[in-house]
């Protein structure tokens, strides 16, 4: 299974606690787990904005801030913060926003069985578009 937190990931993937051994089967669990995994990062890379603020135009910061945050069994939020900052303080805000407004799904019943929560950590990509750099023109 995926651990949490560890070593950076690529852009955007998110890595899971290993799952009890309580509930269902191991390979089901962890199967479940992955999915659930890979959902939540396919959804932060389509809700992801770079932040469009004076200073994010005037600076036009790039980076990897990797960001760690707690979900309820039901989905909700518990908590979230900068697990390794990316060198910009645009971004890591940008980040830690991305995770704030999300609207999460609930777990499935078999994974992470016995937790009330578990704690995800993604890496998220922020680079400059064409449109971007467009926008900032004067």
């Known amino acids: 299974p995926l651990t949490a937190p560890a070593a950076a990931l690529p852009q955007g993937e ?3 606690g290993p799952a009890s051994s309580a509930g269902a089967p191991g390979a089901l669990a962890r199967t479940l787990e992955q999915q659930y995994v890979a959902r939540l990062r396919s959804y932060l890379d389509t809700i992801k904005r770079y932040p469009t603020s004076r200073a ?8 990897e801030p990797e960001v760690w945050f707690v979900l309820d069994r039901s ?3 518990v908590d979230a913060g900068i697990a390794q900052p990316s ?3 645009i971004l890591d805000q940008a980040a830690l926003a991305t995770v704030r407004r999300g609207e999460y799904p609930r777990f499935p019943p078999e994974v992470w069985a016995g937790s009330a929560d578990h704690r ?3 890496r998220l990509k922020f680079t400059l578009s064409a449109d971007d750099t ?3 023109s004067p």
Do not use: I
């Open 56 to 63: 994010a135009r005037q600076e036009q910061p790039t980076g």
């Open 87 to 89: 060198g910009s303080m």
């Open 14 to 16: 998110a890595k899971a």
């Open 120 to 122: 995800f950590t993604v």
């Open 134 to 136: 467009a926008a900032s």
């Open 75 to 77: 989905g909700a939020l």
